[in-house]
């Protein structure tokens, strides 16, 4: 998996970089079959407080590409609530992956 984490008006710490790949880790957990991760922080320069920092993800899997934005006025709770989507995406495409069961026709004889 290649995981790619990036920052527009700011800094990427390694504390901010830890707190991503391990929230990323829950994601992963779920479904094993994550190609690629690109994530990008921004600080929106914005006159209001509320809803500046911003953080996107793009998650490319076997079969398909997801993605899910979120902003907060902090950026943890920004990667928090990214995280959240994320999971409930990747939940449901692995759901949409494992139904492939189909009931067998009755052979007529």
Do not use: W
């Not at 922080?41 to 920092?53: A, F, H, I, S």
């Not at 907060?72 to 069961?101: N, P």
Request: glycine share 2%.
């Amino acid at each position: 998996m290649n995981l790619t984490i990036s920052g527009h008006h700011l800094e990427v710490t390694p504390a901010l970089r830890s707190y991503v790949t391990t929230k990323l880790d829950r994601v992963i957990r779920h479904f094993d079959q994550v190609v690629d991760v690109k994530v990008l922080l921004t600080v929106e320069k914005q006159k209001e407080k509320e809803k500046r920092q911003r953080a996107e993800c793009n998650i490319h899997v076997k079969g398909s590409d997801m993605f899910a934005e979120s902003s907060h006025e902090d950026l943890y709770a920004a990667v928090d609530e990214l995280v959240d989507k994320l999971d409930r995406q990747v939940v449901r495409h692995k759901s949409r992956v494992q139904e492939h069961h189909h009931e067998t026709p009755k052979r007529i004889m």
